[in-house]
């Protein structure tokens, strides 16, 4: 995933670095438990799992089980997660051509890791 979208969801929507790759992991390779996501990113398990939760708390993520996350549609989480920042750091909402941007890339490697 090219380097842009990740600087995009940091400046943006204000995820950390590794809640960005633990996200566009998910995202473009459907749903891991953490023990995967810290071997994919080479990340420590602990780091893989409080990014989940934290993707989870903000609206990105589902535990569809006590050990597996996976992604919602981007074109919703992306619009979801900016939505949440501005709340949190009282910035007015409103339409965000970049992170309308980071939905539509992310939505083909979405649907492509579902319909394999």
């Not at 549609?73 to 980071?102: A, G, L, Q, W």
């Amino acid at each position: 995933m090219d380097s842009k979208i990740e600087n995009d969801l940091i400046s943006e929507i204000h995820l950390n670095p590794i809640q960005t790759k633990v996200y566009l992991l998910v995202t473009c390779y459907g749903k891991m438990t953490p023990q995967t996501i810290s071997e994919k990113l080479k990340i420590s398990l602990d780091d893989a799992h409080t990014a989940a939760k934290d993707l989870m708390n903000l609206g990105a993520f589902i535990d569809i089980s006590e050990t597996e996350f996976e992604a919602m549609h981007p074109r919703f989480t992306v619009v979801n997660m900016y939505r949440r920042m501005c709340e949190r750091e009282n910035i007015e909402f409103k339409r965000n051509k970049i992170v309308d941007s980071i939905g539509v890339i992310l939505e083909k490697p979405y649907d492509d890791a579902r319909t394999k």
